[in-house]
């Protein structure tokens, strides 16, 4: 068998490795590049150069060969220490180097870095990308980095034009002496770059950004044409000589070990079956094509057994009995004051003084992430005992060191290659359980040939950690006016980062709490706290995590707050955050957005009764806010319009920003009225989209977004404009029915009126 797919082999494909010379020389031939070229950077620099020399030593984010390789064209290609995944930070990075490098954009080609300390520019010392933190993040790094590059290029210029560097300037693309009108291409330049110092990061001068070309503008997407084309690679879509392919059946419930299979013979004999095994709560079959493993392997009739006592304590186990409906009981009467995650003023004294109290328990469900790419594994062992994988994964380095473990080698023996995401919202971390690399590297190294691992939606859904149901009970106190003088918030929960690292019972996951902490909202008296709940099921970071449910809570109660004190909420919030200019302003920006705030109900021109709710959230370091209009038609919540305006500081790209607003509106309005995982006896009642659908056209509103640039640090673009929109919604809701609504998703609400 021969499936080899070229483009493994490509040059321009970015394997990460180091290449000898003979190597590097074929390479660049094969490029159409003369074996004299001068090329900087990563992969391809053919002889040994300072800046290569005094790699070794500099801190994350400043080696500039380990980031960009220049081309004779003039093309740059810049390895991006963040994944793309549709949310446009290959663009963003291409704008920020660019910027400083004096390169447009549209000259960069964006490939996703390897594994490797050079890439941990997060804060200087991780690399994720998630929790919205790629560009505000790293952007001081990332501009530096291109202010280097182009330091490089003038001291190399300096040289060749027999020209003092001050005499020197760049025009993009180029380096230019005006006082003999001679230039220089980048591409021209890039070998002797290669050999000046790289500029220690505190040396470079940065650009004033009133100079800026393109940081702020709305400049195309560098990954579109790819995508468009269908030629952008996902993890599924590699390929290797003499791989073969593995499909899985998952033991129905978390902890199940597979015991006999009892048509294992048959199974054994189906058309293109190759071998059989069992896997750590799965088993697999192993075939030349894809399409008879899973056909093989869903044939399979296995005897799961349950784990013993000693193995339940050790692992996550997942009860016969277990229903989301009776755990969603069991959280709701958990008792206690919880551990405290916030507190100010006195809650005492708060409720003591009050004129008037409100009380209210408030739900949420657990949530797929549902990305469209299956998750894939493909595992090589290589002669030299090193393992190159490709997987979707948001964050290399510590998948480097699992897989190393798994395998029984060293991590730098490990090549992690990171293709583009199908889209992914948290669902590419290292979770227990959820991922599909132990068992390409269990089958590669038990057949001995290269192994791709997919799992099918049926697979992918037992497996997919969930976003963590919650139930928080609320107290509010009113004074005579209405207005809040206390709150307190208990959060019966399991937070995502406690499931993955174990539980203090001294500390608070902040992420099971953060929408319900950091409230800007001028209530003296406050108290939020945590119970903790362990779940049986797989935990995970979902979009915008805590904040996805938790401003629900607050922003819903909040609602009930103003009811109870006979406020406006739109007015509400506007007293409560006086003297606080950037809300106050993000505030009234969404309510002019939205034509002028009105609450409602109100007949629309084409006769359905509406009413409109809002919410604010302020989530990873930006501040949003958003209104939705919305009606009921027959028994269904209809969502026509959401304004939703963001302010993240200051900006990259706004149409990029925009775009995120518009898809974290929508799956917002997904989450609150349509999406939930359920299980009955232990097991997921949904096992494909036919059972979990996602908002579709027909019900997806009408989204006016707007950025608001305040000047304020910049915050992240991709989760903040989401949690605004549930609680939006729902306040809607009650505005229009009368009754509160408390849980999600709305659609499983019994509306009496509207």
Known sequence: MNDHDPKISDPGYPTGAPENVSRRRFLLAS???????????FGLSVAPNKAAAAAKDMPPGSNVPAFLELRPDGKVRLLSPFNEGGQGVF????????EEMDVAPDSFIVENAPAGSDYLVVYGKMRITGGSMSVRTSYDTMRKLGAAARQMMLEAAAKKLDAPVSDLSTEPGKVVHKASGKSLGYGELAGDALDQEVPSPDTVTLKDPK???????????????????????YAMDVKVDGMLHAAVQHAPRLGLKPGDISNLDEVKGMTGVMSVHKLDGAVAVVAERFWDAKTAVEAAKVDWQEPSEEEKSKIRYMPADFSTEDFAKQLANTKGDGTEAESEGDITSGFDGAAKTVDATYQSQYLHHAQIEP???????????????????????????????????????????????????????????????PQAVQLAKEVGKPIKVIWTREQEFLRDPLRPMAAVRFRGALDEQGMPVALE??????????????????????????GLTGKSYAIPNRRIAQNFVENPTSLAYWRSVGHSMNDFFYEAFLDEMADAGGQDPYELRMKLLEGNERLTNLLKAVGDLSGGWKRGPFDAEEGTRRARGVAMASPFGSEA???????????????????????????????????????????????????????????????NFDYYPILGGARAPRIHAKVIESGAKMGGVGEPPLPAVPPAIANAVSVLTGQRVRSMPMDKLDLKKG
């Open 489 to 514: 918030a208990i959060s019966a929960c399991e937070g995502p980062t406690e499931a993955l690292n174990g539980h203090n019972p001294d500390k608070v996951d902040a992420m099971a709490v953060e």
């Open 211 to 233: 100079d800026f070309k393109w940081i702020g503008e709305p400049v195309k997407r560098v990954d579109v044409y790819e995508k468009s084309t269908g030629k952008a690679m």
């Open 91 to 98: 663009t963003a990075m291409a704008q920020i180097v660019g």
């Open 375 to 437: 998750a894939s594994t493909l595992a090589r062992f290589n002669e030299d005992g090193t393992l190159d994988i490709w997987l979707p994964n948001q964050a290399p380095e510590q998948f480097q060191a699992q897989i190393a473990d798994a395998a029984g080698i060293k991590p730098e023996q490990v090549k992690v290659n990171s293709p583009m995401l199908g889209g992914f919202f948290g669902r590419h971390f290292l979770y227990p359980a959820a991922n599909p690399f």
């Open 625 to 687: 806010a958003a209104i939705a209009e919305v009606s009921i038609q027959d028994g269904q919540i209809v969502v026509h319009d959401i304004w939703d305006v963001l302010d993240p500081g200051s900006i990259v790209n706004p149409a990029i920003i925009k775009a995120q607003i518009m898809g974290a509106a929508t799956l917002g309005t997904s989450e609150a009225l349509i999406e939930e995982v359920a299980y009955k006896n232990g097991e997921p009642t949904a096992r």
């Open 31 to 41: 490029a159409g590049i003369t074996a004299g070229s001068l090329v900087l950077g």
